[in-house]
């Protein structure tokens, strides 16, 4: 069995690699290869002794952990978080969680090594900038490029990248919704009375064929905590710009994302599940509906 019935299909928006200390370094191109410095993990859950066993061990969880994690069959996002999870840092090993969750496509996302892009620091010169983000992006791009499920968005490859830390602490969650949420709301509602009233005098807005709201929801798409209301989150706005994700292996996503987003669902309809499990995923990545027939 796995954590995902088969009977839906499941697109996970967010999920994570938890990067071993070389992670950067080793993509790092030659010249600036020694300024780059190791991917640290001292704001995080994950210990210092339980990085060293990794490293030790040649870079790899022993066949023993390995062994361990597959036997949690369908339990391996409520058993198992962070640098412990099979497939955190391992390419082969995270196939076979994919394998295990069920979830059809899925999004990788880094979590410690974009503090050296984005360092706050002034020591740090623009070329280790420029050069840790290249040897991000060729790090990422060789941990996705064996499995079709991290693979063929639809997107042409580019220069730029996303990512952000993971590093949200109490004092922050508090209040994080706050910025965006004021921001998108101003926008899903406001410009449309802006837009309205100024396109008497405004020529530019008086061209528009759709409302700026319409425009928005086409480009904008959100991924819920497992803890907020999806529910109640598509009943006050839309029910196309949230995503399914699971997070992991972050202990953000909690022990049983499904389940909590079922329950957050409640009674609402079929189509909303859809487009929230993968219709929403697909429309932002199309090649990968495309992908899966092809490969059926």
């Keep these: 069995m796995t954590y995902a019935t088969p009977e839906r299909a499941f697109c996970d928006a967010d999920s994570h690699i938890m990067e071993l200390p070389n992670f950067l370094i080793e993509y790092a191109d030659p010249n600036i290869r020694d300024q780059i410095p190791p991917v640290s993990y001292s704001a995080s859950l994950v210990t210092d002794e339980e990085v060293e066993e990794i490293i030790t061990n040649g870079g790899q969880h022993t066949t023993e952990h390995v062994e361990a994690q597959i036997a949690l069959g369908d339990q391996p996002i409520a058993s198992s978080k962070e640098i412990q999870a099979l497939g955190a840092f391992d390419r082969g090993d995270r196939s076979t969680a994919m394998d295990m969750l069920g979830f059809r496509k899925q999004l990788v996302f880094a979590t410690h090594s974009v503090s050296t892009p984005f360092s706050a620091s002034r020591k740090l010169a623009d070329d280790v900038r420029y050069g840790a983000t290249r040897a991000h992006n060729r790090a990422m791009h060789d941990f996705c490029a064996e499995d079709k499920r991290w693979t063929n968005t639809g997107r042409t490859a580019v220069r730029d990248w ?30 449309d009375w802006v837009a309205r009233s100024w396109s008497k005098v405004d020529q530019y807005l008086a061209e528009l064929q759709r409302t700026p709201s319409e425009t928005l929801r086409d480009q904008m798409a959100f991924t819920p905590y497992v803890f907020e209301d999806i529910g109640s989150l598509t009943d006050q706005s839309y029910d196309d710009i949230y995503l399914f994700s699971s997070d992991y292996p972050h202990v953000e996503g909690g022990r049983d994302p499904i389940g909590r987003f079922e329950s957050s669902l409640g009674a609402r309809s079929e189509t909303v599940r859809e487009n929230f499990y993968a219709e929403n995923f697909l429309k932002i990545f199309p090649e990968a509906r495309a992908h899966d027939s092809a490969a059926a």
């Design 162 to 191: 996303m990512g952000g830390g993971e590093n949200v602490r109490s004092k922050d969650m508090a209040v994080l919704h706050q910025g965006p949420e004021t921001f998108i709301s101003i926008m899903l509602t406001r410009l």
